[in-house]
């Protein structure tokens, strides 16, 4: 065979076998299975691919625990959003709070509503005001005060506040004790939902009268042991009983147009006082309280209760853990929005409360219980820290505008725009 006159040819042949062999190994490359191709890999590019890993599973679990506190973006209506829309940062943090109107005016006793006032509502175009005995100096008078307030707010962004009072009945009657009204029976003695549902229907209609449109009441705690002052407020020891009285008074109030706030979850019937800074703690398994304290609650929500007022209390078998009360903990909000149903207006207890300030200071409480997805914020005093704290971390970012929108368009909704 002559190899020099054939090279050519044989040479063409073993080229056209070796791009035959590099053609099959690449495919194999791209089938083979890849923790097989793995073991092939250098120890660098293993790190790399277990730290992918890892990380993947790390989002994972984060995304499980996510779920617990996960809880659906409020829709609101194409009015309040367009309202939401026309509102300033400021005039949206501003209908976040709740106080007395001594804080925003500056005066010693607020009994009259007047050029003063209009100038703080201008520069604080609050969501509410609470009420107590001493603001009362008669009927006609208060009725005054409460139709400027309301022209006030209307004027400044359209948008009527909450007018609100504590009005249960027994120990608890600055409306009726400040105007000589008769006071309704204490929570406890009116003994079945019938007589709860009178006593509420009589407080509604002296609160319209006077122009009136909030009552930071039923309470829907249940009554433990010797605990005098649940003895006092709470309808009874029987969660059913009490949750049938609670769901009447709401019923109530809500015919009569007055909002009605029940409170306070998860209850303070069995709850300790921490040794250290004096918060209420509770420590009842999850599933005891759902069958038992939680019903009245639930039956408040069943029944229409606009507002839900979360207690400053140590929980862990709702919130998960042992230093966040249920007011400042994202798993509270969930839980009573995936669990519970309620997609109201959820307000905090006082944040100005002594014990909390021992964990919390005021201001950062307030920033928290935004963050956690409750849509009020009550502050019995020092509510203009509060207020700049929150816009101060709106602005930088620490809240959400997304958060803020949500509180705000559930306010908006509750207020009827």
């Known amino acids: 065979m ?4 054939n090279g050519d040819k044989y040479l063409i042949t073993v080229e056209a076998l070796a791009l035959i062999v590099v053609l099959v190994l690449g495919v194999l490359h791209f089938i083979v299975p890849g923790d097989v191709r793995e073991k092939k890999i250098g120890n660098n590019n293993s790190i790399a691919q277990d730290a992918t890993e890892d990380a993947t599973q790390s989002v994972n679990d984060d995304t499980s625990v996510d779920a617990d506190v996960t809880v659906a973006p409020f829709t609101p209506t194409d009015s309040v959003k367009s309202k939401l829309d026309s509102m300033t940062t400021e005039q949206k943090v501003a209908q976040l709070f709740i106080t007395r109107p001594e804080e925003i005016t500056g005066v010693s006793t607020f009994t009259q509503a007047g050029k003063k006032t209009k100038s703080a ?11 107590r005995q001493e603001n009362f100096l008669g009927e006609e008078s208060t009725k005054i005060m409460m ?3 309301q022209a006030y707010a209307q004027e400044k962004n359209g948008v009527n506040m909450f ?32 007589a709860a549902g009178k006593s509420a229907s009589t407080i509604a209609s002296y609160m319209t009268k006077n122009g009136l449109n909030m009552n ?15 003895d006092t407020y709470a309808f009874g020891s029987d969660s059913a009983t009490v949750g049938d009285c609670v769901a009447t008074e709401v019923s109530s109030f809500n015919s009569a147009g007055i909002y009605s706030v029940a409170k306070c979850f998860p209850g303070k019937g069995k709850a300790t006082s921490d040794s250290t800074t004096g918060m209420l703690w509770m420590t009842d398994k999850l599933e005891d309280l759902e069958g038992s304290d ?3 609650y639930k039956k408040a929500i069943d029944a229409g209760a606009p507002v839900l007022m979360i207690g400053n209390i140590l929980c862990q078998s709702v919130t998960g853990e042992e230093t966040t009360p249920c007011s400042l903990s994202s ?6 929005r995936n669990s519970m149903g309620f997609q109201g207006i959820l307000m905090t207890d006082d944040l100005s409360d002594t014990s909390l300030n021992k964990v919390y200071s005021q201001d950062q409480a307030a920033i928290e219980a935004v963050k956690a997805g409750m849509n009020m914020i009550f502050v019995s005093t ?22 803020l929108d949500d509180a705000v368009a559930r306010i908006l909704t509750t207020k009827g725009i």
């Open 163 to 194: 007018l609100a009072v504590d009005e249960e009945g027994g120990d608890r009657a600055p409306l009726a004790n400040g105007h000589a009204y008769e006071v309704q029976p204490a929570p406890s003695t009116l003994g079945s939902a019938d």
């Open 147 to 149: 139709s400027n307030l």
């Open 382 to 403: 020092g509510f203009e820290g509060s207020y700049n704290a929150v816009l101060t971390a709106v602005n930088n970012g620490d809240i959400s505008s997304e958060q």
């Open 2 to 5: 002559n190899f020099r006159k």
């Open 121 to 131: 509502l201008d520069e604080y175009p609050i969501g509410g005001l609470i009420f």
């Open 216 to 230: 930071l009441s039923p309470t829907a705690d249940v009554a433990y042991g010797d605990n005098s002052e649940n």
């Open 331 to 336: 798993k509270a909000v969930a839980y009573v």
């Open 294 to 296: 939680f019903t009245s």
